[in-house]
């Protein structure tokens, strides 16, 4: 099973997946500053020319979230949980995530950090205005929910948690608004204690080559 990876945001969670449940996996790194995700041996794996992408036999799955779950499932792994109701429930913040709360802190992100990186000109004042109102809408519902819970579902860590927390690695270089989110920060906190999850990136890997 090769797992495909580069270390930014969206590889970072089924690496950290990986990791935590101890998968069999190969990790295979491909380099995005040298266009090798654009290489017809790489689009042949995830025609979409992004990172994550996972090939095991003839099963070929690209997007981060459906990779945790793959991983958690042929791992055994609870963070993936069995009772469907609770699939469900892992689903909802999963999608909620992706079009909303991380959807805007990789707004901010992009703007206060990634654009100055690549060379892709300054912060958009507008653009970082609309974000962080956002980004404070739906970091209320996170906090409100995270009330007397430990994990988005509650006692237990789930790839929900991984998924939601992309961007709270990059918090400092996004310049999130947490502050006044204070059950937020103790779950990031939570979050960041998880050895994988802050160190998800492979030591021994493979390249595309
Ligand atoms: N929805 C995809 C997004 C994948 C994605 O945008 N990956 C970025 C790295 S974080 C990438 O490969 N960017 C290179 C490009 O778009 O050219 C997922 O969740 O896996």
């Known amino acids: 099973m090769k797992l495909y990876y580069s270390e930014t945001p969206n590889p970072r969670k089924p690496c950290a997946v990986a990791k935590h449940v101890?998968?069999?996996?190969?990790?295979?790194?491909?380099e995005l500053a040298k266009?090798?995700?654009?290489t017809p041996a790489y689009l042949a794996v995830n025609?979409?020319?992004?990172?994550?992408?996972?090939?095991?036999?003839?099963?070929h799955l690209w997007e981060a979230h459906a990779i945790m779950a793959y991983l958690a499932l042929k791992?055994?792994?609870d963070l993936w949980p069995d009772n469907p109701v609770l699939q469900i429930e892992v689903m909802k913040w999963l999608n909620w995530d992706t079009a909303h709360f991380s959807?805007?802190?990789?707004?901010?992100?992009?703007?206060?950090?990634?654009?100055?990186?690549?060379?892709?000109?300054d912060p958009d004042a507008a653009e970082i205005e609309e974000a962080t109102g956002f980004f404070k809408q739906f970091a209320g519902i996170l906090d409100d929910h995270l009330k007397g819970r430990d994990?988005?579902?509650g006692n237990r860590l789930t790839i929900a948690d991984?998924?939601?927390?992309?961007?709270?690695?990059l918090a400092d270089q996004a310049e999130l608004p947490l502050e006044p989110f204070?059950?937020?920060?103790?779950?990031a906190d939570g979050m960041m204690a998880i050895d994988a999850w802050r160190d998800p990136w492979p030591s021994e890997y493979s390249t595309l080559g």
């Open 22 to 30: 101890n998968a069999p996996v190969e990790f295979v790194r491909v």
């Open 35 to 38: 266009g090798e995700h654009k």
């Open 47 to 59: 025609p979409n020319g992004k990172t994550p992408a996972l090939a095991d036999g003839d099963v």
């Open 75 to 77: 791992s055994g792994s």
């Open 103 to 121: 959807r805007h802190a990789g707004r901010l992100w992009f703007q206060r950090f990634l654009k100055g990186a690549i060379g892709a000109g």
């Open 151 to 153: 994990h988005i579902l």
């Open 162 to 169: 991984f998924g939601v927390a992309t961007f709270i690695p």
């Open 182 to 187: 204070a059950e937020l920060r103790r779950w």
